[in-house]
Every structure is written in structure tokens, then in C-alpha cells.
């Protein structure tokens, strides 16, 4: 089975600096998608980010990006000019590529990192 | 365009106690899915329905039971509360919008059982 880990429970970082969030996944596929979910206090589930395994290029959205090494199985998000609406639980998830097999569809889930925005 | 959302919002049962948690989306989306999350942990997969008429277990489905009702509705049932169902619940749906398969979620059930 796919597992997911986010190795820092709390993250803190002073307004308009970069903080990164750390996630790595265990998975004997080769084909797959890796997401990261910001849930803010009102606990909707937003996507940020996603990436497909198979691109090389990581992927960016706005002041969000992702460094993805697929040899070590990390998938790190980057904020860069941190606001205090990125004051969040951030998940990192993972899903199989295969989508006629039983894990169609199925997100893994890592614990999620809390992060602070100190103004 | 509501999305994906749920009712009710926040419940308390009582130990062995029934009730069912109803989800439906708008997006035409073939895909359901139910998750659980507890404090400290990640969200995990309670059941799933790839397609209407098809529903699966995933990783905690003990003490549920699932109905995909039509294409929107995807109903969460617990028989018997126990106090260790204490969490709160989120549905997603996912279409079929390639290059990428994202899940939306509703806003979630925060379920208490006393």
C-alpha cells in the first residue's frame, strides 16, 4: 500500500518570506499524481497544487510551487511572499495513475502540517 | 453551481444511535468518495463509488454503509454509533476532465457521539 508522510507537524513563517513544506511517499508505481490540499479554519479541502509523475518539469501555480524528485519520492510546496491567508493545515496526498485498477480514484492522505503566518 | 455539499453540518448522536450523512454534487461527476478525518491524522478513505450503481471499501470502512443513490447522491449510514466515529466527515467527487483527475470536496459533517 501507498503511504504518504509530512515529517513537520507545525511550520511557521514570518509574512512575505518563503517557507517549504516537506512530504515523501512510498509507492512501487510508476505512474501517479501527487497533490497538496491547504485546509484553512473553516476545514474545506482546497487544492493547490498537483503534478504528474511523469513530467519532469515541477509544476507552479502563482506564488505555490512544487520541487518534485521522483527518485527519492519527495514532493516538497514552496510559498514564496507568504500572506497571512496561507495560515492553513496543508495536506499532502497521492494517487495511482491507473485507473482501471481498484485503486482508481483513491487518495492517500499524509498527517498534514500546520502552518503559521506571523505578521 | 453549488459543488459538492453536505447535510447536515454538525450532528451529536448518542451511542447506538443511527443517521445518515447525505452528499451530492452538480458537476456531473462519475466518482464519490467518503472520508473520515480525526485530529492529528490525514483524511482516509471510508468507501468510494468509481461509478453510479458501483460502490467499494476503502480503508476504515467498518461500522459504515454506502448508497449511490443516482449519478449526484452518495449517502454515508452508520447503524450504530460508537464514540470512536467521532470525527469529521468529507465526501468528494471527481470527474473525468483529463489531463488530471482532481477530487473536490464538500465542506465537510462534524459528527460527535456521546
Known amino acids: 500500500a501507498q503511504t504518504v508522510t509530512q515529517s513537520q507537524p507545525e511550520m511557521s513563517v514570518q509574512e512575505a518570506e518563503t517557507v517549504t513544506l516537506s512530504c515523501t511517499y512510498d509507492t512501487s508505481e510508476s505512474d501517479y499524481y501527487l497533490f497538496w490540499y491547504k485546509q484553512p479554519p473553516s476545514r474545506q479541502m482546497i487544492l493547490v497544487i498537483r503534478q504528474e509523475a511523469y513530467k519532469q518539469q515541477n509544476a507552479t501555480e502563482n506564488r505555490f510551487s512544487v520541487n518534485f524528485q521522483k527518485a527519492a519520492k519527495s514532493f516538497s510546496l514552496k510559498i514564496s511572499d507568504s500572506q497571512l491567508g496561507d495560515a492553513a493545515m496543508y495536506f499532502c496526498a497521492y494517487r495511482d495513475g491507473n485507473a482501471g485498477g481498484t485503486s482508481y480514484g483513491k487518495l492517500t492522505f499524509g498527517q498534514g502540517t500546520i502552518l503559521t503566518v506571523h505578521p | 453551481n453549488a459543488g459538492v455539499t453536505q447535510t447536515p453540518k454538525f450532528q451529536v448522536l448518542k451511542t447506538g444511535q443511527s443517521m445518515t450523512l447525505q452528499c451530492a454534487q452538480d458537476m456531473n461527476h462519475n466518482s464519490m468518495y467518503w472520508y473520515r478525518q480525526d485530529p492529528g491524522m490525514g483524511l482516509r478513505l471510508i468507501y468510494y463509488s468509481a461509478s453510479e450503481g458501483t460502490t467499494d471499501k476503502g480503508e476504515v470502512p467498518n461500522g459504515y454503509n454506502v448508497s449511490r443513490l443516482n449519478k449526484r447522491e452518495f449517502s454515508l449510514r452508520l447503524e450504530s454509533a460508537a464514540p470512536s466515529q467521532t470525527s469529521v466527515y468529507f465526501c468528494?467527487?471527481?470527474?473525468?476532465?483529463?489531463?488530471?483527475?482532481?477530487?473536490?470536496f464538500g465542506p465537510g459533517t462534524r459528527l460527535l457521539v456521546l
Open positions: 468528494a467527487s471527481q470527474g473525468q476532465v483529463l489531463p488530471i483527475e482532481t477530487q473536490y
